[in-house]
């Protein structure tokens, strides 16, 4: 998911982040009059993304063949407003958990940025008295075994990953710079659903270079070692109910001179497995792990001696001989 914030908008202009099902630039003409034909579009916008699998749409960002090109700042005061009244009012039932912030891009100037959710609530109908979903960056009417397939997810189970915590480095000096630095990064999952799950599992795949051996807490669930990760599964056997937070592990992460290539191009990889389906989540290691809130460069660490050994992996069998 994309950060609502300037961090968030940085990304997606340095990754030339291009609009998909589930990412929409909109100039800011696009909110420049409060009218019902602009009610009508965004009502079907944001319900059909709620319908769909959620998204994220920034207002103030002009796009060129789905690439962001430039901002365009709001220039309508009450923008915000009459967004958050349109959600609340033309959109039936209300979207939980909807999102809209204001975004500066300078003292006086912002953008506006909406996490759509995936909705448990849906479907949503729009102002028009239809259903939509988000396809082929546009939206079509849902079809009516669509729409009854929806109304039976309220019944289904939703387990997401819910945060990241403890993701600033903790440094061992030498010289001015950094000998190394530990990082601690706690995953939390939650029910976001409406019923209790009875039984999920989660795998965190790690960067081998980068994962300490001899940390207990997340080396306890060590399953195997795949593509050059640690791959990790910890099984929930108790009821995890609507709403409830959980820490699934605690990792300790280590970062050096020598291993920090596997670092700046290293991925973590989140999977959920529960009775409704399989979720995934990849974060770059550079983006998630900061020190500071900055992210870190080579030039930041003292040549020294490796920190972590990376383990022998087992050779793969061969299928053909």
């Not at 005061?77 to 967004?83: I, N, P, R």
């Not at 912030?101 to 102002?127: D, E, T």
Request: charged letters at 20%; hydrophobic letters at 40%.
């Amino acid at each position: 998911m994309i950060q609502l914030n300037e961090i968030g908008i940085e990304h997606i202009f340095s990754f030339k982040t291009k609009e998909s099902n589930a990412l929409e630039y909109l100039s800011a003409k696009e909110i420049a009059v409060c009218d019902e034909k602009r009610e009508l579009f965004f009502s079907m916008l944001i319900s059909a993304m709620a319908n769909s699998t959620g998204g994220t749409i920034f207002i103030g960002i002009h796009a060129i063949r789905k690439i962001p090109k430039n901002i365009e700042p709001i220039t309508n005061e009450k923008a915000v407003e009459w967004l958050t009244h349109i959600c609340n009012t033309s959109i039936s039932p209300i979207i939980p958990n909807l999102n809209i912030q204001k975004i500066f891009v300078s003292p006086s100037n912002y953008i506006i940025g909406i996490h759509v959710p995936n909705s448990s609530k849906a479907p949503h109908m729009c102002i028009d008295k239809r259903f939509y979903k988000r396809t082929n960056l546009t939206q079509t009417v849902l079809e009516e075994y669509e729409i009854r397939d929806l109304y039976t997810k309220s019944k289904r189970s939703e387990i997401e990953l819910y945060s990241i915590m403890n993701t600033n480095g903790i440094p061992m000096l030498s010289g001015g710079k950094f000998q190394y630095i530990n990082f601690y990064p706690r995953f939390l999952i939650k029910n976001t659903g409406t019923t209790v799950e009875r039984f999920f599992k989660v795998e965190i795949w790690v960067p081998s270079q980068i994962n300490n051996p001899n940390f207990d807490s997340l080396q306890n669930h060590f399953s195997r070692f795949e593509d050059g990760h640690s791959v990790f599964s910890i099984t929930h056997k108790t009821p995890f109910f609507q709403n409830e937070i959980a820490t699934v592990a605690e990792a300790n992460f280590i970062v050096d001179s020598h291993n920090f290539d596997a670092f700046e191009h290293g991925e973590i990889t989140i999977k959920l497995f529960f009775s409704n389906g399989i979720e995934t989540k990849i974060f770059r290691c550079k983006e998630l792990l900061l020190y500071k809130k900055k992210q870190l460069e080579l030039s930041d660490f003292a040549h020294a001696q490796t920190v972590i050994e990376t383990p022998v992996q087992p050779e793969q069998p061969r299928l053909f001989m």
